[in-house]
C-alpha cells in the first residue's frame, strides 16, 4: 500500500476509496472461464440468469464437466440463452480442458502471467481481457494491469481530471510505477470509476 501512496494522485484515491480486499475464487480453471465467457458484455443479473440455466441443462451436482459441454449439442446451449458465438468459445474452452492446454490450478502456480495469458488466449473466444480477469479474480495474481479494460481506464481518467480516456499503451506505461501491485491499482481505479465523480 505505501509504495502506491508514493504516487500522489494514487494516494488521493486510496484515501477517497478505503480499503479494498481481494479474495481469489479459485475455481477449476474451465469453471472461471466458461463462466467469463457467459458474462461477457452482460449485465451480472443477465449472466446469472443464463448461467443458471446453462448448469440446468446438465445432471452435475456441481458445474458441469468439460466432456459434458463438448459433447452436447449447441441448440441446447442455445436454449440457456448463450449467442451462437458464445455456444462456440464455451464448447471451445471444454474441448481445450480436456486435451489439457487449459493448466490446472496446481499447474498456474508454476506458470507466470505471460504464460498463463498464452496459453489462454490461444482458445477461440478467450482474449487478453478474460484471461486476466483470470489472473485476478481466480488466481489472486498481485501484479496485474488490465490496460484495456474500461472501469480501469475510467478511474484513471477520474482520478487524474483528464478529459479522454487513456489509451491502453499510456496506463500501460503510468502503471511500470506500481509494480509489483498493479492488481491493487486495478482494484482501486475500478473502485475509483464506481464512487468518485471528475473533477471531485
Not at 1 to 25: C, N
Not at 97 to 119: F, M, Y
Request: proline letters at 5%; aromatic letters at 6%; glycine letters at 8%.
Amino acid at each position: 500500500m505505501e509504495h502506491l501512496k508514493a504516487d500522489p494522485v494514487m494516494a488521493r484515491v486510496i484515501d477517497r476509496v478505503g480499503h479494498v480486499t481481494l479474495r481469489a475464487r479459485r475455481l477449476s480453471p474451465f469453471q472461471s472461464l466458461v463462466q467469463a465467457i457467459i458474462h461477457q458484455q452482460l449485465s451480472g443479473k443477465a449472466a446469472g440468469t443464463i448461467l443458471k440455466r446453462f448448469h440446468a441443462l446438465f445432471d452435475d451436482e456441481g458445474f458441469p464437466l468439460p466432456a459434458a459441454v463438448a459433447a452436447v449439442d449447441a441448440d441446447t446451449l442455445r436454449t440457456a440463452g448463450l449467442s451462437r458465438a458464445k455456444v462456440s468459445y464455451v464448447q471451445a474452452v471444454a474441448r481445450h480442458a480436456l486435451d489439457g492446454s487449459i493448466p490446472s490450478l496446481e499447474a498456474c502456480r508454476q506458470l507466470s502471467d505471460t504464460e498463463i495469458v498464452e496459453r489462454l488466449t490461444a482458445i477461440k473466444g478467450v482474449g487478453r481481457w478474460t484471461a486476466e480477469m483470470f489472473l485476478i479474480f481466480n488466481l489472486g495474481r498481485p501484479d496485474v494491469l488490465p490496460a484495456h479494460d474500461l472501469g480501469v481506464r475510467r478511474g484513471y481518467q477520474i482520478a487524474h481530471g483528464k478529459r479522454e480516456l487513456p489509451e491502453p499503451e499510456q496506463l500501460q506505461q503510468a502503471g511500470v510505477k506500481w509494480a509489483p501491485h498493479r492488481t491493487t491499482a486495478a482494484l482501486y481505479f475500478w473502485r475509483a470509476a464506481d464512487s468518485m465523480k471528475a473533477g471531485d
